[in-house]
């Protein structure tokens, strides 16, 4: 069996926007290394994962909670895991979520394996497809016109995988409040790239993904409460009083949390840069809008590095290539440039997360080239 | 176990996972010169540097054989 990856980022320049945040720091992998046996960070565990001291997880929960402004926060598998975990902790029977309109469908099947029936808000259509707190608002109170009580808990997705629109996460918190409906933060692309702070936002929970932003190995991530709901979100089993219920008593325990516990450091560093980052995607995108017929989604100007791109130019060249659909995916390896669809032209997502600026240099002029083509 | 040995075998160990630590600075290096590789002096200077303290770590372990 091989293990070789298809794209090396020792050997090419990776666009995935779902791997740019996660790509894992030199510090990471260093960690990882050292426990990348089974059950490897439970040598001097005493019963509780986020009491261990060796390595110190305890002090990271602490430290991990102080960085993303939530009074408590613990380490899941995934920002999905965390969506779940307090869905379920916050499930009634007959009672409703409210999701924004560009939520992930991971978001949907947290809330519906926890038992709640989905409401979801609309966007503003094509081109910003942005969610406005007026249809999150409408969208509470249609929840509660159906169901008969106000949702159980309403879901922000801080900034979509789609467009990477990133949405005022306290506007949305003062709306929830107002309608007496804890409001989840889902900050699977923000938290670990860019500064965020769950308590000056005033959401009651908040989830963010190790792998996705970061640097860390994973499958890793971590859920957090403010307030009262970290009693209700942390609450323990009756039966064995020091295992959490909603994290089914231990979670990550191996090289996934100690490659998030080492990439913290650089993350609190690289958020400092998020200016940096913002401008990068903003000049990526005016370069490619001025190749013409290439039109960026999502709100204008980008504030995130997530960027969307309906293509009809590379549409039309694919047309008339040997290689059909799969031209452009081609050229761009030909170029040592990796992350897309192979097949896809008419539109594509990407991210200039973590290049150098020679690398968006570099970006910038293989796309002349293959729009020349 | 005697001393010297439980020294030795903990010099070989520490000298593996330097050499891994060392090689995943590298690949950092490769990292933020992809795809082209082409190296500033400041890059060539420092994989330089990490190969030199790399080599020392394997002659270390195969020395001790």
Redesign the interface.
């Given at each position: 069996m091989s293990f070789e990856r298809v794209a090396i980022?020792?050997?090419?320049?990776n666009l995935n926007p779902l791997q740019t945040g996660g790509?894992a720091?030199?510090a990471a992998?260093?960690a990882a290394?050292?426990f990348s046996d089974g059950y490897s960070v439970c040598d001097r565990c005493a019963g509780v994962l986020h009491d261990i001291e060796k390595p110190d997880i305890k002090c990271f929960a602490v430290e991990l909670a102080e960085f993303v402004g939530m009074d408590r926060v613990a380490v899941t598998m995934g920002a999905r895991e965390g969506k779940f975990a307090i869905f379920h902790t916050l499930s009634e029977p007959g009672r409703g979520a409210v999701l924004d309109a560009n939520a992930h469908y991971s978001t949907y099947v947290a809330a519906q394996r926890a038992g709640l029936e989905v409401f979801k808000s609309t966007n503003t259509g094509d081109p910003d497809f942005r969610v406005t707190p007026d249809s999150f608002a409408e969208t509470l109170e249609y929840c509660k016109s159906k169901t008969g009580k106000p949702a159980a808990a309403a879901l922000l997705t801080h900034v979509d995988g789609d467009y990477g629109n990133l949405n005022d996460a306290a506007e949305f918190s003062k709306i929830c409040k107002d309608a007496g409906v804890p409001l989840i933060l889902n900050c699977a692309y923000s938290a670990g790239r860019m500064p965020v702070d769950g308590r000056a936002l005033g959401v009651d929970f908040m989830v963010g993904s190790g792998h996705k932003s970061f640097a860390a190995s994973g499958p890793v991530g971590f859920m957090g409460a403010n307030g009262e709901w970290a009693e209700r979100l942390f609450r323990t089993s009756l039966t064995h009083p020091n295992k959490n219920i909603e994290l089914l008593g231990c979670t990550a325990r191996g090289a996934n949390i100690v490659s998030f516990m080492a990439a913290l450091p650089g993350v609190k560093e690289r958020v400092k840069r998020w200016d940096a980052e913002v401008a990068k995607a903003v000049r990526f995108v005016e370069a490619m809008e001025s190749l013409g017929e290439i039109r960026q989604m999502g709100e204008k100007p980008k504030r995130h590095d997530l960027i969307r791109f309906e293509t009809p130019l590379f549409h039309r060249i694919a047309e008339n290539s040997r290689k059909r659909g799969y031209f452009l995916h081609s050229a761009l390896a030909d170029?040592?440039?990796t992350g897309l669809k192979p097949g896809q032209t008419r539109w594509f997502k990407m991210s200039t997360f973590g290049f150098?600026d020679e690398?968006v240099d570099?970006l910038i002029e293989a796309f002349k080239e293959i729009a020349r083509m | 176990m005697d001393k010297t040995i439980a020294q030795r075998n903990k010099q070989r160990v520490e000298d593996t996972?330097r050499v891994?630590?060392l090689m995943?600075?590298v690949?950092?290096i490769?990292?933020?010169a992809?795809?082209?590789q082409n190296l500033s002096e400041e890059s060539r200077a420092a994989l330089t540097k990490k190969i030199e303290k790399a080599r020392k770590a394997l002659d270390r372990i195969e020395a001790s054989l």
């Open positions: 980022d020792e050997l090419a320049l790509r720091s030199a992998r260093k290394a050292r170029r040592g440039i150098t690398q570099y | 996972f891994l630590d995943e600075d690949r950092d490769w990292r933020d992809a795809p082209l």
